[in-house]
């Protein structure tokens, strides 16, 4: 199975300032035949289901701000929220897609400083 | 929008279906996921099928014990879940994947609200 591995486990940001999450896998979710990165994101916030921010690794989900920028290819890609908003306080995981035994990261959890 | 049904308090070794009713998008057109959340744990998928139901792959921890199925004609999604343990207790999501010429490696969206199941003595 494809490891995903989410650094930092949390993170405290400031209001207005740029939040930056890291994830890793331990093989590339790059296809050559397409050329597209078999990664997605997730917000996922108290109480609620996970909802999708981004796919393809950097394409942004309709309707999400555009504060929320994916990054990266084949094994290391970045979640980048541009300046925080008290409404992104949430658990964010990335997953592959790539391969049929689909994997999450383990959540990175951000909150206000 | 996608909404799961099923889970309650259960034995362990005992058995229990999950369904998932689908409305809103045109649900033989989607790949189906069930993913599960264990308490204060993070996301871990469970399986998927096809959007004809002639695929399905499963989780390791769940393989031989777990069985997913779909009614396209009656827009639902099922999971059997057979010989649980103390461990399967989670929120069971239901998640959908738009199945482009029939892929299931889609990301997934939407996403039900899911259903607890517990399994305790």
């Known amino acids: 199975d494809i490891v995903m591995t989410q650094s930092p486990d949390s993170l405290a940001v400031s209001l207005g300032e740029r939040a930056t999450i890291n994830c890793k896998s331990s093989?590339?979710?790059?296809?050559?035949?397409?050329?597209?990165?078999?990664l997605a994101w997730y917000q996922q916030k108290p109480g609620q289901p996970p909802k999708l921010l981004i796919y393809?690794?950097?394409t942004r989900e309709f309707g999400v701000p555009d504060r929320f920028i994916g990054s990266g290819s084949g094994t290391d890609f970045t979640l980048t929220i541009s300046a925080l908003q008290a409404e992104d306080v949430a658990v964010y995981y990335c997953q592959q897609y790539y391969s049929t035994s689909y994997t999450f990261g383990q959540g990175t959890k951000l909150e206000i400083k | 929008q996608l909404v799961e049904s099923g889970g309650r308090v259960v034995r362990p070794g005992t058995s229990l279906r999950l369904s998932c009713a689908v409305s809103?998008?045109?649900?033989?057109?989607?790949?189906m996921h069930w993913v599960r959340q264990a308490p204060g744990k993070g996301l871990e998928w469970v399986a998927v099928i096809s959007y004809d139901g002639r695929n399905k792959y499963y989780g390791d921890s769940v393989r031989g014990r777990f069985t997913i199925s779909r009614d396209n004609s009656k827009n639902t999604l099922y999971l059997q879940m057979n010989s649980l343990r103390a461990e399967d207790t989670a929120v069971y999501y239901c998640?959908?994947?738009?199945?482009?010429?029939?892929?299931?490696?889609?990301?997934?969206?939407?996403w039900g609200q899911g259903t607890l199941v517990t399994v305790s003595s």
């Open positions: 393809w690794a950097s």
């Open positions: 998640a959908a994947s738009i199945a482009v010429a029939g892929t299931i490696l889609r990301w997934f969206d939407p």
């Open positions: 093989q590339s979710v790059l296809y050559s035949s397409n050329n597209k990165n078999y």
């Open positions: 809103g998008f045109t649900f033989s057109s989607y790949a």
